[in-house]
């Protein structure tokens, strides 16, 4: 004897035992995000470099000079940037190399020696 199909519940009615529902694919919406972060020199390619830079009113050899900074001498300080003009280091190193994390706390042990940001 064949067993009778049992029918579905409603979208809108109650699921058995007063579960919610699953959403349905037309419900689901991806999170919006409330900001982007900040441009930074390493999410540019070469070209998107010196066009960076000269929006900001440098000449376009700066986006190297920066990226050997930033890239090969590991450096973000503009103190240390002696090859870039004083006048447009602290722009160029405001804009170009944001801040992007802080850390939250900073533990040591070993007397200094392991440090953990």
Known sequence: MPVP???SPAP???????ARPLPTPSRLSRPS?????????ADLDAVQRRAAVE????????????????FDRLVADPAAMTDLPAGTRPLLVERMLP????????QA?????????
């Not at 809108?12 to 007063?18: K, L, N, R, S, V």
């Not at 200094?112 to 940001?117: C, E, I, M, R, W």
């Open 12 to 18: 809108e009615d109650p699921a058995p035992g007063g």
């Open 55 to 70: 929006e900001l009113g440098e000449r376009a050899f700066r986006a190297r000079q920066l990226s050997v900074h930033y």
């Open 109 to 117: 042990c070993d007397d200094g020696t392991t440090v953990k940001t």
């Open 99 to 106: 801040t992007l994390l802080t850390p939250a706390r900073r």
């Open 33 to 41: 995000r409330p900001w982007q972060p900040p441009r930074h020199l």
């Open 5 to 7: 199909p049992v029918p």
